[in-house]
């Protein structure tokens, strides 16, 4: 007889059982945080305690299977992270992420050649196709110093570094909104003028150049929110305060290219003075804001803004959001009940549960801004303080949620400014 027999189970002459599908079956249950997969194996993965990087083989032929079964059910709290060792994935090269976060899932993938690299054969892995890698720089831009509003910018570099001012471009405001589009590119919107509520935009390229104003398109607001999602660069501009000061939960989408769309009905709570991060795969999450609330809205990876979640932790407006780690998210800071400017902080889980409040660290204050940088850090940068002077330091935030204690200032001092993460390279 010829050929190759994978697996003789029963070891006795005569009697030859071969692996379902060809695969030979890891008879050791993965529970460790990282594996090295071969091709033509099966593996049961457990992540009931951690998160399991997965690192496949750096070289593959077409038609070469691999079958990964979550164990224990657990994938939708500690997903897995696919590192496709320099092959591509779904036609994306390594440096895109790909992670599953589905519980109960099986990911069953096959080597189509170099173009497309691996491929899911499974159904479910359309919710969790490659993400965009993080990105790596930030930039801050905006607010108002004392009585004067301002364009300034200071771009921040991928250690955290706050560069000095640089002169900005676009009309001045303060209250507006800004994220991350395109994957490596960022957006400010909307604002307040000192004595005008604006639509307008402006676009910065992944150099971190801002783009002159963009005639806005939907309800004219400040005290806005935005956020990113989805796998192919979307985002969106949402909640706020119009021209008649009325509090609204209108939706503006920002498709790939940074064009905004036309007012969508919200969910959730009219309100503004909120903050928003990125999380998990592709999603997003609103919270806090007007009157105190702890009220939280969730961003699915289609952009559909849900309805209102009892939050939790101090209630407060004019705080700041980012994300940070591997999914996860951090809000902190901004103004309490009883004029109390706080450094409390609230962690968000990959699955988008918003923990307790945590002691905090540096200076309370209120009208912060925040963003990723770094690939997987945050900072909080200036606000103003219960005197009403504004400040100008920085907060970094560690890969595992950790805020720092107050970095003298760089940037002019100010509040109501806003931040985004651009740029995929370092």
């Given at each position: 007889?010829?050929?190759?027999?994978?697996?003789?189970?029963?070891?006795?002459?005569?009697?030859?059982?071969?692996?379902?599908?060809?695969?030979?079956?890891?008879?050791?249950?993965?529970?460790?945080?990282?594996?090295?997969?071969?091709?033509?194996?099966?593996?049961?993965?457990?992540?009931?305690?951690?998160?399991?990087?997965?690192?496949?083989?750096?070289?593959?032929?077409?038609?070469?299977?691999?079958?990964?079964?979550?164990?224990?059910?657990?994938?939708?709290?500690?997903?897995?992270?696919?590192?496709?060792?320099?092959?591509?994935?779904?036609?994306?090269?390594?440096?895109?992420?790909?992670?599953?976060?589905?519980?109960?899932?099986?990911?069953?993938?096959?080597?189509?050649?170099?173009?497309?690299?691996?491929?899911?054969?499974?159904?479910?892995?359309?919710?969790?196709?490659?993400?965009?890698?993080?990105?790596?720089?930030?930039?801050?831009?905006?607010?108002?110093?004392g009585n004067t509003f301002v364009n300034t910018k200071n771009l921040v570099n991928s250690s955290?570094?706050?560069?000095?001012?640089?002169?900005?471009?676009?009309?001045?405001?303060?209250?507006?909104?800004?994220?991350?589009?395109?994957?490596?590119?960022?957006?400010?919107?909307?604002?307040?003028?000192?004595?005008?509520?604006?639509?307008?935009?402006?676009?910065?390229?992944?150099?971190?150049?801002?783009?002159?104003?963009?005639?806005?398109?939907?309800?004219?607001?400040?005290?806005?929110?935005?956020?990113?999602?989805?796998?192919?660069?979307?985002?969106?501009?949402?909640?706020?305060?119009?021209?008649?000061?009325?509090?609204?939960?209108?939706?503006?989408?920002?498709?790939?290219?940074?064009?905004?769309?036309?007012?969508?009905?919200?969910?959730?709570?009219?309100?503004?003075?909120?903050?928003?991060?990125?999380?998990?795969?592709?999603?997003?999450?609103?919270?806090?804001?007007?009157?105190?609330?702890?009220?939280?809205?969730?961003?699915?990876?289609?952009?559909v803004v849900g309805s209102d979640n009892t939050g939790a932790g101090t209630g407060r407006g004019?705080?700041?959001?980012?994300?940070?780690?591997?999914?996860?998210?951090?809000?902190?800071?901004?103004?309490?009940?009883?004029?109390?400017?706080?450094?409390?902080?609230?962690?968000?889980?990959?699955?988008?549960?918003?923990?307790?409040?945590?002691?905090?660290?540096?200076?309370?204050?209120?009208?912060?801004?925040?963003?990723?940088?770094?690939?997987?850090?945050?900072?909080?940068?200036?606000?103003?303080?219960?005197?009403?002077?504004?400040?100008?330091?920085?907060?970094?935030?560690?890969?595992?949620?950790?805020?720092?204690?107050?970095?003298?200032?760089?940037?002019?001092?100010?509040?109501?400014?806003?931040?985004?993460?651009?740029?995929?390279?370092?």
């Amino acid at each position: 007889m010829s050929g190759i027999v994978q697996n003789n189970t029963v070891r006795s002459s005569g009697t030859i059982a071969v692996a379902a599908g060809g695969l030979n079956w890891d008879s050791a249950v993965i529970t460790a945080s990282t594996l090295t997969a071969e091709a033509s194996k099966g593996y049961f993965i457990n992540t009931t305690s951690n998160i399991c990087t997965i690192t496949l083989p750096s070289a593959a032929e077409v038609g070469d299977q691999i079958v990964f079964v979550d164990y224990a059910r657990t994938w939708g709290t500690y997903k897995i992270v696919i590192d496709s060792n320099g092959l591509n994935y779904q036609g994306q090269d390594d440096t895109y992420v790909v992670e599953y976060a589905t519980s109960g899932e099986t990911l069953d993938i096959v080597y189509s050649g170099a173009s497309k690299g691996w491929i899911p054969q499974n159904d479910d892995v359309v919710v969790d196709a490659p993400s965009p890698p993080p990105t790596q720089k930030a930039i801050i831009g905006y607010g108002r110093v004392g009585n004067t509003f301002v364009n300034t910018k200071n771009l921040v570099n991928s250690s955290g570094v706050v560069a000095a001012d640089a002169t900005g471009v676009g009309t001045a405001r303060r209250s507006l909104g800004a994220t991350a589009y395109g994957g490596d590119k960022a957006i400010f919107g909307y604002g307040l003028d000192g004595s005008n509520r604006l639509s307008m935009t402006n676009l910065v390229n992944n150099s971190g150049v801002v783009g002159s104003d963009v005639s806005g398109v939907g309800t004219a607001r400040s005290g806005i929110a935005a956020v990113a999602y989805g796998s192919t660069g979307q985002a969106m501009f949402a909640y706020g305060e119009n021209a008649s000061s009325t509090l609204v939960n209108t939706v503006n989408l920002v498709n790939s290219s940074g064009v905004v769309a036309s007012n969508s009905s919200g969910a959730g709570t009219a309100r503004a003075s909120l903050a928003s991060a990125a999380y998990g795969v592709g999603l997003g999450i609103f919270a806090y804001g007007s009157s105190n609330t702890t009220k939280t809205n969730l961003v699915t990876n289609q952009g559909v803004v849900g309805s209102d979640n009892t939050g939790a932790g101090t209630g407060r407006g004019s705080l700041g959001g980012a994300s940070y780690g591997t999914g996860l998210a951090l809000f902190a800071y901004g103004e309490a009940a009883g004029s109390n400017f706080t450094n409390v902080s609230n962690k968000v889980s990959f699955t988008g549960v918003v923990a307790s409040d945590t002691t905090g660290v540096g200076t309370g204050r209120s009208a912060v801004s925040a963003s990723n940088y770094g690939g997987d850090k945050a900072f909080f940068f200036g606000g103003e303080l219960a005197n009403g002077n504004n400040v100008g330091m920085t907060n970094l935030v560690s890969n595992t949620g950790v805020v720092a204690a107050d970095v003298s200032a760089v940037a002019t001092a100010r509040e109501s400014s806003a931040a985004a993460g651009y740029s995929y390279s370092a």
